[in-house]
């Protein structure tokens, strides 16, 4: 099961110009969009009641939207997950919109030899693009804590982690600062409703 984790941080790097609403949701369709298309996952969008609208503009129909309390965190969504019967889940952040499929599949296989597999954000020490878990998660990483926007998330998970307990897959940057946006590449395939809005600025 792979889930986007809805937020108003994605709210973050919009540029003057822009709803900051409508680039929330663009952001968060693209991400939607990629993790439907990645074979054998399940997707899923978790929304605060806040949130929900968003979750159910950027889906398809039948698309489990999972409720959880505002300001919940990666491990929240993944015992949700657990309660549900996956035995392996991924949390997505929403402002990765040009996120290829290649980086967010690395997660699972990681999962064949690790209980935990973490998509650092880039540059280092700027947080985690996802974070992916066997289930339900191994309690030394419910004592981390960490969640998408720790800093130091990385090294903190794999302080804690047993010997093979963690793999870190390679790297993606999130959008966080209308500066970031320079770094989205045309040539990519994907991010459409980003690439659409931004456009017609």
Do not use: H
Not at 120 to 128: C, E, H, K
Not at 132 to 149: F, Q, T
């Amino acid at each position: 099961m792979a889930v986007l984790l809805t937020g108003a941080s994605a709210a973050g790097a919009c540029p003057p110009g822009v709803v900051a609403e409508a680039f929330v949701r663009a952001l968060a369709e693209d991400v939607a969009d990629l993790i439907s298309e990645l074979p054998g996952l399940d997707p899923a969008v978790a929304a605060d009641p806040a949130g929900r609208a968003l979750a159910a503009a950027v889906t398809w129909p039948g698309t489990p939207v999972l409720d959880v309390p505002p300001g919940a965190g990666p491990l929240v969504v993944l015992a949700a997950l657990a309660e549900r019967g996956y035995d392996e889940g991924a949390v997505v952040a929403p402002d990765v919109p040009d996120l290829p499929a290649l980086v967010m599949a690395k997660p699972f296989s990681g999962l064949a030899g690790a209980a935990v597999a973490a998509v650092p954000a880039i540059p280092a020490g700027s947080g985690l693009v996802a974070l992916a878990s066997r289930l339900p998660v191994p309690a030394w990483l419910d004592e981390v804590g960490v969640d998408l926007d720790t800093p130091d998330g990385v090294d903190r998970i794999r302080r804690a982690a047993p010997r093979r307990g963690v793999v870190v897959t390679p790297g993606w940057r999130r959008l966080r600062v209308p500066a970031d946006l320079a770094g989205l590449d045309p040539e990519l395939e994907g991010w459409e409703a980003t690439r659409a809005l931004l456009s017609g600025r």
